[in-house]
């Protein structure tokens, strides 16, 4: 369960409600740069590889930085390794084995959908994604409300 997304410092001063000692040391208003660094060959696998490059392509310019290789490659990493798993669930024919990786399946996708929200992989958490800081036309898209 989640709490209230938190006001950026942009809409505490707009409704008249910042306050310098509780608002003014946020880094809200820095805006991602570069673009995340995949990790040298060997790393991940193909499906790693596959959910990456797609997140780095689908997510809007300037949403995604340098700082978010390591969140983004234990997503994509969480995501093979469930895969994987799944996959040894449908083979494994010893009942005590099956139980123990249909535990471990749900651990990784504990922990690939936990963090998977932060890249906004399904539409009520891409509804919470914010566009990055001036650019007016993409926060409009992002935002639903017709053009």
């Known amino acids: 369960m989640r709490g209230r997304p938190a006001k950026t410092t942009a809409q505490h001063r707009l409704a008249g409600t910042f306050r310098a000692d509780r608002h003014g040391d946020r880094l809200d208003g820095v805006v991602a740069t570069g673009t995340p660094e995949r990790p040298p060959c ?8 596959w959910l990456w490059d ?32 799944e996959r040894q669930i ?3 024919a010893d009942p005590f084995e099956r139980r123990r990786l249909i ?9 690939f959908s936990r963090n998977a929200a932060k890249f906004g992989m399904n539409p009520s958490d891409r509804a919470r994604l914010k566009a990055p800081a001036g650019d007016p036309i993409l926060e409009l898209l ?3 409300r017709a053009i």
Do not use: H
Not at 58 to 84: E, H, K, N
Not at 103 to 111: D, K, S, V, Y
């Open 142 to 144: 992002l935002s639903g």
């Open 103 to 111: 535990r471990t399946a749900g651990i990784l996708w504990e922990r």
């Open 90 to 92: 449908d083979g494994e």
């Open 42 to 49: 060997g790393e991940l696998d193909d499906t790693a590889i």
């Open 54 to 85: 797609l997140v780095v392509k689908c997510l809007p310019t300037g949403a995604l930085g340098r700082l978010d290789s390591a969140v983004l490659f234990g997503v994509c990493r969480a995501y093979s390794l469930w895969l994987q798993t």
